[in-house]
């Protein structure tokens, strides 16, 4: 009990460090980090607000990693916001992401 404990204040330690200030702070964005390889890395950009072509800023198909701010982002394998693909939770890292990301849309109503 007391190692799944100390674990836990290990990874608690690990999120409060990595995580962006605007966490904690209160203030926050309606961003969204897109990374060109898996577990981010490679090439990345920062997303902020709702792109219906990300071809307009290079970055259509590159996907393959993101991290997600104070909002939830949907992508979609086409340009439009057409054939949705999946939706990214607020605060979260996802290290692969399918090939194919071609628009993405924020979530406003939790803004």
Same mark, same amino acid.
């Given at each position: ?33 897109? $990374? ?13 607000? /709702?792109?219906? /072509? ?15 701010? /104070?909002?939830?982002? $949907?992508? $979609?394998? /086409? ?14 890292? $996802? ?17």
């Amino acid at each position: 009990m007391k190692k799944i404990f100390l674990m836990l204040m290990a990874f608690s330690l690990v999120y409060v460090l990595a995580a962006p200030s605007s966490t904690f702070a209160g203030g926050g964005s309606n961003c969204v980090t897109l $990374y060109s390889k898996a577990n981010f890395k490679g090439e990345h950009i920062r997303v902020c607000g /709702d792109r219906k /072509d990300l071809s307009k800023i290079g970055w259509n198909d590159k996907t393959r990693s993101m991290k997600t701010e /104070d909002i939830t982002v $949907y992508l $979609y394998f /086409d340009k439009n916001y057409k054939k949705y693909y999946a939706k990214g939770l607020p605060h979260t890292w $996802y290290q692969h992401v399918q090939a194919g990301v071609s628009s993405l849309r924020f979530n406003t109503i939790e803004a």
